[in-house]
């Protein structure tokens, strides 16, 4: 999440949380956070599915051709990428609502 936490329940339970969230986490575990990367590979996995809910939302049923344009959109995330992962952040954008990331912890040697 880019904000907050998210706990989704029922046949996919899942709990997602925003950087600030983890630090924080971190910080009432006694565990420096050193680095956090972004996880590429997911957020535009991620960039592929919410685009296509968008498009299931905006579009009616019988003109979505799911199967034309879940290629479209598998093949230009594929052949665009990293140039199509900048988009969002050239519109000031928060898509793909759902990020993912690496983090490096060590634990604090100041623990008492």
């Avoid at 799911?66 to 052949?79: D, E, K, N, Q, S």
């Avoid at 898509?95 to 912890?105: C, G, I, K, R």
């Amino acid at each position: 999440m880019r904000e907050g936490t998210v706990i989704k329940e029922g046949t996919y339970q899942a709990v997602y949380r925003s950087i600030p969230t983890y630090k924080n986490i971190f910080e009432k575990c006694n565990l420096k956070l050193i680095k956090t990367e972004t996880n590429w590979p997911y957020n535009l996995l991620q960039l592929g599915c919410e685009s296509m809910k968008k498009w299931q939302k905006i579009i009616p049923k019988p003109l979505q051709v799911i199967p034309i344009v879940g290629r479209l959109a598998y093949w230009g995330l594929r052949l665009c990428n990293p140039w199509i992962i900048r988009i969002p952040a050239v519109f000031n954008s928060t898509f793909p609502e759902l990020t993912n990331h690496f983090f490096l912890l060590r634990a604090d040697n100041n623990y008492a």
